[in-house]
């Protein structure tokens, strides 16, 4: 069952309508809210807001740690509701403690990095690396474009990459569904679609306010179709196992939503090379990624092919039990190497 959010306001000035959206009975009874707030923009709006009752704590970092500690605080103040303000590590950091705590979460995007907004995943960091949690997704979401614009344009940008992924992570349910007999929702896979196709093929940028627009609505909507699904699979396949597996072989390489793209881009050169469909689907994506100066090949993200192959060979460890084109493929660690040459070749020409 979908667990939709209670309100989905994105425009300019959105901001001012967090008061309301707390003040609703629905969300807080007695209004004992809590605010957690990421550096930079997170602290500003905070500041900004006219919530005298309400107590702000900040979050510094993205991990496990940082998030049980929120949650306890949570959890001992007694408090209704929690909102998260800023980017996508204080998002999923205050989406996990408010699990923790028992009580809903508004989240309050500062950036349009990745599909985290208003997913009911939180992506957090841990002594080994970085793991993804299962956590209710937010009952409201607020997408001040004003404040989105004012982000470092890259991390706008990469949101993109996010985006779009979904259309490989579509294909890997699909073909899990043929080959393994694994059950996909198709309003789940409806959701994810509209979402990237709503990006895709934009002639418009992160400059254009309707652009900023299309792309938030397009995270939330992605955020949704895991909701319906249950889990990340309609927004996370191929893609996604070679993005943690660089993250884990080489981290702070790049981030989430320029992974996520480039690895869609190389799943869907698999497809291409070897099972004869979805060139079109490249050729798209390819010209979607470039057209927003995202990277399309290892070199764009610092990596050489042979790291950029042995993140590839070490992808399907990431997520077990999830199958896709490359565990179907199941390429040895020379065929690899070799596709990885050919792909750089193809898609960097």
């Not at 869907?268 to 090379?273: D, M």
Request: hydrophobic share 40%.
């Amino acid at each position: 069952m979908l667990a939709a959010p209670l309100a989905i306001d994105v425009r300019r000035g959105a901001i001012g309508s967090l008061g309301t959206v707390l003040a609703d009975r629905r969300i807080a009874n007695e209004g004992r809210i809590a605010v957690a707030v990421g550096p930079g923009q997170g602290s500003q709006i905070a500041a900004d807001l006219d919530l005298p009752h309400c107590e702000v704590f900040k979050v510094e970092g993205g991990s496990v740690d940082v998030a049980t500690e929120l949650g306890k605080k949570l959890r001992s103040g007694a408090y209704e509701a929690v909102a998260g303000i800023g980017g996508g590590k204080t998002i999923d950091v205050t989406k996990y403690a408010a699990s923790m705590a028992g009580i809903p979460m508004v989240a309050v995007a500062t950036n349009l990095s990745h599909d985290g907004i208003a997913s009911p995943v939180s992506s957090l960091e841990h002594e080994s690396g970085k793991g993804s949690y299962g956590v209710t997704m937010p009952v409201a979401v607020v997408v001040d474009v004003d404040y989105v614009r004012a982000a470092p344009q890259r991390l706008v940008r990469s949101g993109i990459g996010d985006a779009v992924s979904n259309l490989s992570a579509i294909a890997d349910w699909e073909l899990a569904g043929r080959e393994q007999g694994e059950p996909v929702d198709g309003m789940s896979v409806t959701f994810a679609r509209v979402a990237a196709e709503a990006i895709l093929n934009r002639q418009d940028s992160v400059d254009s306010q309707d652009f900023l627009t299309a792309l938030a609505e397009a995270l939330v909507l992605s955020g949704m179709a895991m909701s319906v699904a249950g889990s990340s699979r309609p927004a996370s396949g191929a893609c996604h196992e070679v993005l943690h597996a660089i993250d884990q072989l080489y981290p702070g390489t790049s981030n989430h939503g320029e992974l996520a793209g480039i690895g869609a881009l190389y799943a869907y050169f698999l497809r291409s090379r070897y099972q004869g469909e979805g060139e079109s689907r490249l050729e798209d994506i390819r010209a979607c990624l470039l057209r927003h100066g995202l990277p399309v090949v290892p070199a764009d993200i610092g990596l050489d092919e042979d790291q950029f192959a042995r993140a590839v060979a070490h992808a399907p460890s990431t997520r077990p039990g999830r199958y896709t084109v490359l565990e179907h493929l199941a390429l040895s660690d020379d065929e690899i190497r070799r596709s990885v040459g050919e792909y750089a070749k193809t898609v960097g020409r």
